[in-house]
């Protein structure tokens, strides 16, 4: 007997007392728990968001909607980045005053390619306050999962408020499981067993948030 059939027989051995009948699991499983812990305003939502991506270690920016290009070109020149990454759906307005060169987002770059591009610049998905997270969904602001891991530099604008949510549960309704999510809570980082802290060991080394308000694109439904 191969070690597929034993499994198969355990499963078989385990379900067969279970009726036709059974309660179905998406019945069984309450689902009535909190969708955020207490009642903020929009603008506590956003400070929350902001203070805990401060504490992941994420510089935090904040402009209005027309300053953002300006803020990108004094960030990228601030960096010394020669190469940006780019993504095909970013707004072209948001590079208006960045002088570094523009690498696209190609299926064929290699990962030496990419470690060699000194920033990258994305749009998000949503960003959840309670968890200081940011989530990336590989739409065309965002690009493909590969070019905010490998670059050293990530910068990631956030729509504020509409693509801001206080908890997790908030968040997965505006998420499609289909796509290859990222889930981003400051830069990448690691710890020894000394418990001494690494950062840059499978992702960027210094991620940067820019909270712009006053965009255009309506809240996400």
């Known amino acids: 007997m191969s070690s597929r059939e034993r499994i198969l027989g355990r499963v078989r051995r385990a379900l067969a007392d279970v009726r036709d009948d059974d309660t179905p699991y998406e019945q069984a499983v309450r689902r009535d728990y ?6 903020r305003s929009v603008e506590e939502t956003v400070e929350l968001l ?12 904040r402009c209005a909607d027309e300053e953002l290009p300006d803020v990108l070109g004094r960030l990228l020149a601030a960096r010394g980045a020669r190469t940006v990454l780019v993504p095909p759906g970013l707004p072209e ?3 208006e005053a960045v002088d570094a060169t523009r690498v696209p987002d190609r299926a064929a770059s290699t990962p030496h390619e990419l ?5 990258v610049v994305t749009g998000c998905a949503v960003a959840i306050a309670e ?35 206080s908890s997790v549960p908030q968040a997965m309704p505006r998420l499609d499981p289909a796509r290859p999510l990222t889930w981003i809570s400051g830069p990448s980082a690691t710890s020894d067993i000394e418990l ?8 960027p ?6 909270l712009v308000s006053g965009d255009e694109v309506a809240p996400l439904a």
Do not use: F, K, M
């Open 131 to 165: 968890t200081g997270t940011i989530v990336l969904d590989g739409s065309p602001d965002q690009g493909r999962r590969r070019i905010t891991l490998v670059p050293d530099h990530h910068i990631c604008v956030v729509r504020v408020p509409a693509q801001v949510v």
């Open 196 to 203: 001494d802290r690494v950062e840059g060991v499978h992702g």
């Open 34 to 39: 909190l969708s955020e812990h207490g009642e």
């Open 50 to 61: 902001a203070e805990n991506l401060a504490d992941y270690r994420a510089i935090v920016h």
């Open 115 to 119: 470690d060699r591009v000194d920033s």
């Open 93 to 95: 307005r948001w590079l």
């Open 205 to 210: 080394r210094t991620l940067e948030v820019v």
